[in-house]
């Protein structure tokens, strides 16, 4: 119900908001058949045969199998590709540009996200995410959102919410916050809620 959501907000200084799923919703089934689009995209121009969505998520298990952090970044994975550099390069600047086209904003949130501004509450975007802020930052701003003032992506600071909630500790650090001033919203109940939780924020 998003007037108990507004109470909470009310009852808090500072909002954090994960991104996909949450503010975004993404125009496929699933996240993964945005590589689909892709395969068909770079097919079509250059008449040939990539079977590119079956081997980024191979790739995506490599890296993430073979990286020392706890979340990879898409240019890691893009590293496991089995293509020469200068397709890996077009495959990944289609990846972004598709990213880009599939995302909408997703209205109840929307509401929301509105709604602290009007509010001013000092809002930070928390991802859990392969894309770097700055990949993030574009989507979220063709999607009509501004006002917060960071993105934190998983990817950029190698702590992620889900694995103990360590990329909220890292903001917290960072931007010298209280927790009990914090509300986070998202739409992963172990990442976003009961990890947020674990580390004395409400969500």
Same mark, same amino acid.
């Not at 500072?14 to 058949?33: A, S, Y």
């Not at 979340?71 to 972004?96: D, G, H, K, S, W």
């Not at 701003?141 to 934190?152: D, E, H, L, P, S």
């Not at 694995?163 to 998202?186: A, M, P, Q, S, Y």
């Given at each position: 119900?998003?007037?108990?959501?507004?109470?909470?907000?009310?009852?808090?200084?500072? *909002?954090?908001?994960? +991104?996909?799923?949450?503010?975004?919703?993404? =125009?496929?089934? !699933?996240?993964?058949?945005?590589?689909?689009?892709?395969?068909?995209?770079?097919?079509?121009?250059?008449?040939?045969?990539?079977?590119?969505?079956?081997?980024?998520? /191979?790739?995506?298990?490599?890296?993430?199998?073979?990286?020392?952090?706890?979340?990879?970044?898409?240019? /890691?994975?893009? !590293?496991?590709?089995?293509?020469? !550099?200068?397709?890996?390069?077009?495959?990944?600047?289609?990846?972004?540009?598709?990213?880009?086209? *599939?995302?909408?904003?997703?209205?109840?949130?929307?509401?929301?996200?509105?709604?602290?501004?009007?509010?001013?509450?000092?809002?930070?975007? +928390?991802?859990?995410?392969?894309?770097?802020?700055?990949? *993030?930052?574009?989507?979220?701003?063709?999607?009509?959102?501004?006002?917060?003032?960071?993105?934190?992506?998983?990817? =950029?600071?190698?702590?992620?919410?889900?694995?103990?909630?360590?990329?909220?500790?890292?903001?917290?650090?960072? /931007?010298?916050?209280?927790?009990? =001033?914090?509300?986070? *919203?998202?739409?992963?109940?172990?990442?976003?809620?009961?990890?947020? !939780?674990?580390?004395?924020? =409400?969500?």
């Amino acid at each position: 119900d998003l007037n108990q959501i507004k109470k909470q907000i009310d009852a808090h200084k500072i *909002i954090f908001f994960d +991104v996909f799923d949450t503010l975004l919703k993404r =125009d496929v089934c !699933q996240g993964r058949d945005a590589f689909s689009l892709v395969e068909k995209k770079y097919n079509t121009v250059h008449s040939s045969n990539l079977h590119f969505a079956k081997e980024r998520q /191979e790739a995506e298990a490599l890296a993430r199998k073979k990286c020392k952090f706890s979340e990879v970044n898409i240019a /890691e994975i893009y !590293q496991f590709l089995p293509y020469t !550099q200068m397709v890996r390069n077009e495959l990944l600047q289609l990846e972004l540009e598709v990213e880009k086209d *599939i995302c909408r904003p997703y209205f109840p949130m929307q509401q929301l996200y509105d709604y602290c501004v009007q509010k001013h509450k000092t809002i930070y975007i +928390v991802s859990d995410m392969y894309l770097p802020a700055c990949s *993030i930052e574009q989507i979220l701003t063709k999607n009509g959102y501004a006002g917060y003032c960071r993105i934190y992506s998983s990817c =950029d600071y190698r702590v992620t919410k889900w694995e103990n909630g360590d990329l909220f500790n890292r903001i917290v650090t960072d /931007e010298n916050l209280t927790k009990k =001033d914090i509300l986070h *919203i998202g739409n992963d109940k172990i990442a976003d809620f009961k990890m947020a !939780q674990h580390q004395g924020i =409400d969500a």
